[in-house]
């Protein structure tokens, strides 16, 4: 049986779970959230509890379990708590402002990038820490417009100037050597 998959969800207070064969609507204080899962796995709601069940260890069974699992685990928390990820701008006259709701990056470029988060997606920027936080509550979402945002000036080896995650590691190279 599936590690992931086997383990119960807890339904916080404040949050609905609505349960239709292999369709799903959770709603929180944040928002709502609606998904179709895999038709295969059945999903069931007692005592605030949901347990995702699959019908066989087929592999295709065994490999869409903890899937499912995670998928609605990610909307409870979602509609709960929220997601949010952070992003860091290092160089030299790198800054990132918010301008109405828009994000507005000036990065190197002869001009100011501007970013229009989606329905449900809001940003924050601190200007001393130079950060970029992007919050939201559907997980995959909030994923993507994060990289989307570093793939606008990905960090470079050599000096580290770019847009990178608060928690990545940048590889550094050394760069020329001097002439002897």
Avoid: C, W
Wanted: cysteine-free; proline content about 7%; hydrophobic content about 35%.
């Amino acid at each position: 049986m599936s590690r992931v998959g086997r383990l119960p969800i807890q339904v916080p207070p404040r949050v609905e779970v609505e349960i239709k064969g292999s369709f799903i609507r959770v709603k929180g204080p944040k928002g709502t959230l609606e998904s179709e899962l895999p038709a295969d796995m059945s999903v069931t709601l007692e005592n605030g509890v949901i347990q995702v069940t699959r019908p066989s260890d087929e592999r295709g069974h065994r490999s869409l379990h903890g899937t499912a699992r995670a998928l609605v685990n990610n909307m409870v928390v979602g509609v709960s708590t929220g997601f949010e990820k952070s992003l860091e701008i290092n160089g030299v006259g790198y800054r990132a402002e918010i301008n109405g709701k828009n994000l507005m990056l000036n990065v190197g470029y002869s001009h100011p990038v501007v970013v229009e988060p989606p329905q449900g997606i809001s940003f924050e920027v601190d200007s001393k820490t130079r950060q970029i936080k992007i919050l939201g509550i559907d997980k995959q979402q909030v994923g993507q417009i994060a990289a989307n945002i570093r793939k606008v000036r990905p960090p470079e080896p050599y000096l580290g100037k770019g847009i990178k995650y608060v928690d990545e590691k940048i590889r550094r190279k050394a760069g020329k050597s001097g002439k002897a």
